[in-house]
């Protein structure tokens, strides 16, 4: 590993900076290799009762300073099942190479820019980067376990016209939008497919800049969906925060999408 003494002999001028950023991100891969090892070992001594150490295994995590590629011990418990101490202190997930800070920025790029375009910047800000179907793997993922339990939480409203966690929000009038957007289907039997958007909100503030309002209370839903399904996850989500009984009007408006008049 070189030093600063002699990158400086060696360094192009002209891109001092990107020359220095490298230099920085390869020490960091051997610190974070080092520290990431010796917690392993840390974690060795503080194992639970029953856990067996069957040898080292590799994994590679892509951090925010690059690649690295550590060896960690896995155990087996008195079932025989597998378990790696590190990587559930470190909350790495088995099917990703991601690192927790890595995912969170995946994510955080994948809430505002298609995957093209998050690609390209974590090229820039990244060693290595990280690739758009990695970045749309990791979001399934993260998504999954929420989809499932709205699923069954809009099942169980279905079933009991009720929610287990009601809100408790009262308001005079909800008015209540909603309307379809067309978007292109890839992999799909259809090529076309609409995300249902609606929206929720009591009236209107005026805010700090003079003649200027926003929405008040504004509550937004929306999904790829048929739109029974749209409505009862809608509600729902209203239910959350809204005690709906005691909401005295409801205005409901559309611009003629078939799912809004039915």
């Known amino acids: 590993m070189a030093s600063l003494e002699q990158l400086a002999e060696s360094i192009n001028i002209e891109d001092w900076e990107t020359e220095i950023l490298g230099w920085v991100w390869e020490q960091a891969r051997a610190a974070g290799k080092l520290l990431l090892e010796r917690l392993d070992e840390v974690l060795l001594h503080k194992r639970g009762v029953g856990l ?4 080292l295994r590799e994994r590679r995590v892509i951090t925010r300073f690059g690649d690295i590629t550590i060896r960690r011990r896995l155990y087996r418990d008195k079932s025989g099942k597998g378990h790696f101490l590190l990587d559930q202190a470190l909350g790495l997930d088995k099917r990703s190479p991601l690192s927790s800070g890595v995912r969170e920025l995946c994510m955080l790029l994948a809430s505002m820019l298609p995957f093209g375009k998050c690609e390209e910047i974590l090229r820039c800000v990244l060693p290595a980067g990280v690739s758009h179907t990695t970045i749309h793997r990791q979001l399934a993922r993260v998504t999954e376990p929420s989809l499932v339990q709205e699923e069954k ?9 009720k929610t287990t966690s009601g809100g408790e929000r009262t308001a005079p009038l909800l008015f209540v939008e909603a309307d379809g957007v067309n978007i292109a289907l890839q992999r799909e039997k259809e ?31 929306l999904g790829i969906m048929d739109g029974d399904r749209f409505w009862d996850g809608f509600s729902l989500k209203l239910a959350k925060k809204y005690d709906l009984s ?17």
Do not use: C, M, P
């Open 52 to 55: 067996v150490v069957e040898g």
């Open 153 to 161: 939480e809009v099942n169980q409203f279905r079933r009991e016209g």
């Open 191 to 221: 090529r076309k497919g609409e995300i249902k958007v609606g929206i929720a909100y009591e009236g209107w503030e005026e805010t700090s800049g003079k003649g200027r309002y926003r929405l008040k209370e504004k509550t937004v839903y």
């Open 246 to 262: 005691r909401v005295e009007h409801h205005v409901v408006g559309g611009d003629g999408a078939h799912f809004v008049r039915d």
